[in-house]
């Protein structure tokens, strides 16, 4: 039975473990880590008497404890944590378009889209309107990398 004990301890600390680093807040591993706790607790208590499972219930509350004050630590998770910062940006319209050019919708506008305009392709938007394909539009404002447009024959 001391065997069982044992292993049953150190499923638990494998799934703490697994739930502290791989895949925290699953709550799977960590459920799975209290059941095999309390079963290497009550089998303690059961087969060894009360000495013995106090001693395995007070060493499995302070690894508990080490563990959560680990997972809390600021530093521990920057072990962890990729260090590279992404210095990408989207897309930006640098073209010759102005407000008020003209083109046609290539897909439908419900409200985002792509559009032609210029013999260039480019992601549309509408305001409080759908626009079907193949329909002319008239560009009315330029926000970063979208256009905003309205059908011309409104």
Do not use: C, H
Request: no cysteine; charged share 15%.
């Amino acid at each position: 039975m001391l065997i069982a004990i044992i292993i049953f301890l150190i499923l638990g600390i494998i799934l703490t473990i697994i739930e502290i680093v791989i895949v925290p807040g699953s709550t799977v591993a960590g459920v799975g880590a209290l059941i095999m706790f309390a079963l290497g607790i009550y089998f303690s208590y059961s087969t060894y008497g009360t000495q013995i499972g106090n001693y395995v219930l007070a060493g499995t509350i302070l690894f508990l404890i080490i563990a959560i004050v680990f997972a809390l630590r600021a530093n521990t998770w920057k072990k962890f944590m990729l260090n590279t910062n992404v210095d990408g940006v989207a897309n930006t319209i640098e073209t010759d378009i102005k407000i008020g050019d003209t083109g046609i919708t290539v897909a439908r506008l419900n409200p985002m889209g792509k559009v032609l305009v210029n013999n260039e392709y480019y992601e549309a938007k509408t305001i409080n309107e759908m626009i079907d394909p193949d329909t002319e539009i008239i560009v009315v404002k330029i926000t970063g990398n979208t256009l905003i447009v309205k059908s011309l024959n409104k």
